[in-house]
Structures are given as structure tokens and as C-alpha cells.
């Protein structure tokens, strides 16, 4: 019995051994268990509250819940909320930010990238996630058997991205050449898990997997929901994803309301409807017609917001496509004057922008002569100055490339030749509205213009194939501020090259330079470089272009009172990018009264 005290002492110092043995394990990371701890990011956002549902009216419903076939908008806004990246662009700042990875080291010629991963992150079923499923994404992200959308984005050089695993925590990427974008490239390449999708990846079947007819355990991301229900027609239901790998400065793990879901309506002003009615939270992409007509309403329980200028720009052009293999020579007499970059600015000095702005947009947008818009705030170059109208500097413009007027006040070639052509635009009303304006204003310089509205798909075969107008009103929405973005449309072989998808031989001096600058931002490393030559290629888009710039839509969004942390922003998608931030407060709305 003399030795009891001495036993129970050395099992009280093995017990503190113990203890401060798990003490400095958890420090460093890792738990009792052996498995790695969760490495929490703590969001900067206003802490929130638990509790309600969020009910997203949409137009139109998702095509697939797969992000290696969704290329249209509202599938992709469903999967954004399913899945996440490893490095993810801020949609209000614009800039890059930790997500899946805690860290990544860049080398100094930005070709070799080490990506170190969030330990003890777990998918959306509960399985953890690693670097092996970062090495089979981007596997699958890289196999041409695929037709991923993400394939283009992961070559450099001509040659795909080196992708290997340097441990469990650990994966670098090498590439080819320099990559001037740097981290911005991982923004939206979702991660996939392993563990459910390698069986039908082996099999060749991946590209049939998450369809809408998947069931709740089928599917697993590392988003903030997971998917529940989904009902067709009627609606998808999201549910908040219990291994979520962010909290709030207070412990909080987001996100915070129970579960998203999107409604259907079928059209814009059914959803506006919808909206109105209280059968909906949340509104994106408003008309600026149904924003005023909303807003007059002035229902407390509604906040509307006019976000500014997006990263959208609607334009014109002219068809400067090498045509001497077609048949077209009706519009191959006219490509005499689309060349002359005196007539090209006579055009775009005689549109009214303001005008656009006021009648068309009710006031909620924003006149551009840069397809790089006021919501880029990275990137725009402030020295492309607006050029106001002026139908006099337009007529000096035009008689100084040869051209004169009859005694009708009608536009004459300097072969005598009338001045008329067509503008092909889809059934889009605003933009029907903006090529009447257009017209209008181009009778004004005495250039007869007629309109051709064409169904979306007509129009497009139209421009890339068949090669068979004269000029053409669209508009384009940038996924990202950063000019990597652009490279699908200003270097001469570019794929939206629009306006001259054949090119003609010698390429323009402007045209031949602007692919050497966009080629060698690609491929700087220094930021401030990559500004400098991008700038340049504002200046000379600016000054020859082959495009018109005209309008940037504002970006315009509706909640109900009570919502917080709700920051629309210029990068898609424009309200729900922060979807695991948004709570209600409970003085405000109804719905938090059921609280998890």
C-alpha cells in the first residue's frame, strides 16, 4: 500500500503527458483521431444568423448539374453553389482569394504553381477531400475524350497544364510558358469528387453523370449546399451543406440560411411578377423596364439595387471578312467603305448614346467607347476619352474619305454609289430598340439603314458561317475583368473574332500589333506590364475600331427587406456569389422564425 501514492502520481504525470502531447498534435494541426483538423476560413463579412430559406426566381430552368457540360448561365449558377475552386475571384473586389487552397506559391516567371490545400476539408457527403481529387479534375478537365469547356483554359504553349501530386496536401502545376492571368485561372474550375465520379469517368460515362434526374446521395461537391430536390418545371432545392469549410469571425460555420431554392417562371416579367407577389427573395439580371416599374411601387418590404456597369457591352461591326471565296459580292462592294476606318467612326461618332441610355435603358446604363466597361475596376484604361456626338464631325469625317451628299441629303460613295446597308440583330427587345435608334440616327449623315431580326441561333450562323451580312448588333459579357479573358476575341485568329473570323492578308499594322500585345500579356509575369500593354490595346480598339462600342447595362437586383449581406456585383453570377454570407435578419423577415 506504500506504493499507491508513487502509482497514482506516475498516472496523474502520464495522464499531463498525454494531454499536453494532444495539445500541441491539435496545434499543429491535426486532430486526436489522427485525421487532419479543419482548416476553417473565416469570412470578413457582417456575421449572420441561421435560419429561413432563400427563393431565387429564375427565367429558365438548368440543363445538366454537371459543370463539364453546363455552358449556359442558370445551370451554372446552380452548380456555383454545389461546388467550389481552389483560388476564387472575389466578385466585389475583383480579386483573387484563398478557397480550396489556404496558400499557393507562384514562381517568379509564373510557370510553376505549388497549391497547398485546406486540410480537413470534406465533400458535401462527408468524404474527405484531398489531392487526389484535385489530380483526377483536372485529369478529367485535360482529357480531349471529355470536350471539357475548361480544356482551352488549361493551355499554354499549345500543351496542356503538368498536373502532379506532391503529397496529400500538396499539388503543383507546371506550365508551358509564363501565364500572365497567374491564380485567376482556377477561378470556376470546380473541384470533382473522386470517389463518386471515377467509376463512370473509367467507364466513359461521365459526361451523362448529374443530370437533374440525379439522386440527393449521387451528387457530392465542396460548395455551400448540396443538392436535395429537384421538380420539374417548378423548382431546385439546395440544402446548406454540413461540412462547409468556411465560418464567420464569430465561430459561426456558414452558411446561414437552410436552403436555396430556385423557382421557374418561364419569362422575364413572370419572374419580376413573382418577385412582387412575395413568391420570391431574390431577383438578378432585371430589365431596366421592370426595375422602374418595380421601384415605383416603393413596397417597403423590396430592395432594389443599381449595381452600376457591368462587364457587359453590346456593340456594333461590320463584316470586314475576307470574302473572295463566296459568293457574296453584294456585300464585297460594300466592304470598301466597312474598311475605312473614317467611315467606321463617322458611324460611331453619329450614334446617340445618350440617347440609348435614356430611351432604352430608362437611364440604367452606362455609354462606352471601350468594350472594357466602367465595372472593370482593374483594367479599364481611363485616357480612352468619350467622344460626344456630333453629326458635323461625322459629315467632316465622311468627306474626307471621298464620300458626298445628293440633293436629297443621301449618302454617296465616291463612285456615286448610295450608302446603304443592313444590321442583323436577334429578337432581343432592347436590342431591336437600340438598332431603330440607330437607323435614326445614321438618316441623319444620309445612310439608309434597315434591320434584320433574326432568332439567336440564325443570327450566329449567320456571323461565323455563312458569312452573309453587312453589320451586326450583339452583346458579349466578360467572365472576368482580367484581359486573359479577352483573348477568345482581339488576336486575329481568335474564335470571337467576329468581325473578320477570315481574315484578310496583310493584316491591318493595328490589327498585327494587338496580337502582339495580347500574346505578350499572356505571358508577363509582372502585373503592372501585363496594365501597360493592355492599355495599348484599348487605345488602338479605340481608335480603329473594329468594333463600336455602345452601352454597358447596369447590373440591376432585387430582395426583400431583411436580407444582409446582399452585394450585387459586375462579375456573374451578379447575386448569389456570396450565397453562404446572405442571412435574414429576424426583425425583418418572417422566415427566420424557423431557426435551426
Same mark, same amino acid.
Given at each position: ?17 498525454? #494531454? ?61 453553389? &454545389? ?18 487552397? $489556404? ?44 470536350? @471539357? ?35 485567376? &485561372? ?9 470517389? &463518386? ?6 467507364? !466513359? ?12 446521395? !449521387? ?13 420539374? !418545371?417548378? #423548382? ?17 460555420? &456558414? ?14 416579367? @413572370? ?85 440609348? $441610355? ?49 440633293? @436629297? ?39 439608309? $439603314? ?111 427587406? !431583411? ?34
Amino acid at each position: 500500500m506504500r506504493d499507491a501514492p508513487a502509482r497514482n502520481r506516475r498516472k496523474e504525470h502520464m495522464k499531463q503527458t498525454v #494531454r499536453a502531447a494532444l495539445v500541441i498534435s491539435i496545434g499543429c494541426g491535426w486532430s486526436v483521431s489522427g485525421a487532419p483538423a479543419e482548416e476553417l476560413l473565416v469570412t470578413s463579412a457582417a456575421p449572420g444568423k441561421y435560419g429561413g430559406d432563400l427563393v431565387v426566381a429564375e427565367r429558365s430552368e438548368p440543363k445538366t448539374l454537371n459543370p463539364l457540360m453546363a455552358v449556359e448561365n442558370v445551370s451554372r449558377e446552380a452548380i456555383g453553389l &454545389l461546388m467550389a475552386d481552389l483560388i476564387h475571384i472575389n466578385r466585389d473586389s475583383q480579386q483573387t482569394e484563398p478557397a480550396l487552397a $489556404v496558400s499557393a506559391d507562384i514562381s517568379r516567371d509564373a510557370r510553376r504553381y505549388v497549391v497547398h490545400l485546406r486540410r480537413g476539408v470534406r465533400f458535401s457527403d462527408g468524404y474527405p477531400f484531398d489531392a487526389d481529387d484535385v489530380l483526377f479534375t483536372f485529369d478529367v478537365y485535360l482529357d480531349a475524350k471529355v470536350h @471539357a469547356p475548361q480544356r482551352d483554359l488549361l493551355m499554354s504553349g499549345g500543351k496542356p497544364v503538368a498536373v502532379r501530386k506532391q503529397d496529400s496536401n500538396t499539388v503543383v502545376f507546371e506550365f508551358a510558358q509564363p501565364y500572365g492571368p497567374r491564380d485567376r &485561372l482556377f477561378d470556376s474550375l470546380y473541384i470533382l469528387p473522386r470517389h &463518386l465520379l471515377l467509376k463512370p469517368y473509367a467507364e !466513359g460515362k461521365l459526361n451523362g453523370a448529374w443530370d437533374l434526374k440525379v439522386a440527393p446521395g !449521387g451528387i457530392a461537391g465542396l460548395g455551400p449546399f448540396r443538392f436535395r430536390e429537384y421538380v420539374p !418545371g417548378q #423548382r431546385l432545392v439546395l440544402e446548406k451543406n454540413p461540412y462547409y469549410w468556411k465560418q464567420d469571425r464569430a465561430g459561426q460555420r &456558414l452558411p446561414y440560411v437552410k436552403r436555396v431554392i430556385f423557382r421557374y417562371t418561364g419569362s422575364e416579367d @413572370a419572374e419580376a411578377l413573382q418577385f412582387e407577389n412575395g413568391g420570391a427573395d431574390v431577383l438578378s439580371r432585371l430589365s431596366a423596364r421592370n426595375f422602374d416599374a418595380i421601384s415605383k411601387r416603393r413596397d417597403p418590404s423590396e430592395v432594389l439595387i443599381d449595381a452600376g456597369p457591368s462587364l457587359e457591352y453590346h456593340f456594333l461591326f461590320f463584316n470586314l471578312n475576307d470574302l473572295s471565296n463566296r459568293n457574296l459580292s453584294h456585300i464585297q462592294a460594300k466592304q470598301v467603305w466597312f474598311r475605312d476606318v473614317r467611315f467606321r467612326q463617322a458611324v460611331s461618332t453619329a450614334i446617340d448614346r445618350d440617347a440609348i $441610355v435614356r430611351l432604352v435603358y430608362a437611364g440604367r446604363a452606362t455609354p462606352i467607347w471601350s468594350p472594357v466597361t466602367p465595372g472593370n475596376k482593374l483594367w479599364r484604361n481611363p485616357k480612352v476619352e468619350p467622344s460626344p456626338r456630333s453629326v458635323a464631325k461625322a459629315r467632316t469625317l465622311l468627306g474626307s474619305a471621298g464620300f458626298s451628299w445628293n440633293s @436629297a441629303n443621301r449618302l454617296l460613295d465616291s463612285s456615286g454609289r448610295l450608302v446603304e446597308f443592313s444590321i442583323v440583330t436577334n429578337t432581343n427587345a432592347e436590342r431591336v430598340q437600340m438598332a431603330t435608334m440607330i437607323q435614326q440616327d445614321l438618316e441623319e449623315i444620309g445612310i439608309d $439603314v434597315r434591320i434584320a431580326t433574326l432568332e439567336l441561333r440564325t443570327m450566329l450562323d449567320r456571323i461565323t458561317t455563312t458569312l452573309d451580312y453587312d453589320a451586326c448588333l450583339m452583346g458579349l459579357a466578360n467572365g472576368d475583368a482580367d484581359p486573359g479573358s479577352e483573348m477568345s476575341i482581339w488576336p486575329s485568329r481568335a474564335s470571337a473574332h467576329f468581325w473578320e473570323l477570315e481574315p484578310t492578308t496583310p493584316a491591318p499594322q493595328w490589327q498585327t500589333e494587338i496580337d502582339r500585345l495580347m500574346a505578350a500579356q499572356m505571358s508577363s509575369s509582372d502585373p503592372r506590364e501585363r496594365k501597360r500593354l493592355y492599355d495599348r490595346v484599348q487605345e488602338l480598339v479605340a481608335a480603329n475600331l473594329p468594333i463600336i462600342a455602345l452601352i454597358s447595362p447596369h447590373v440591376l437586383a432585387g430582395s426583400k427587406t !431583411g436580407l444582409r449581406n446582399f452585394r450585387p456585383a459586375a462579375l456573374l453570377p451578379y447575386v448569389l456569389w456570396n450565397a453562404d454570407e446572405l442571412f435574414w435578419d429576424a426583425q425583418h423577415n418572417p422566415k427566420t422564425a424557423s431557426h435551426q
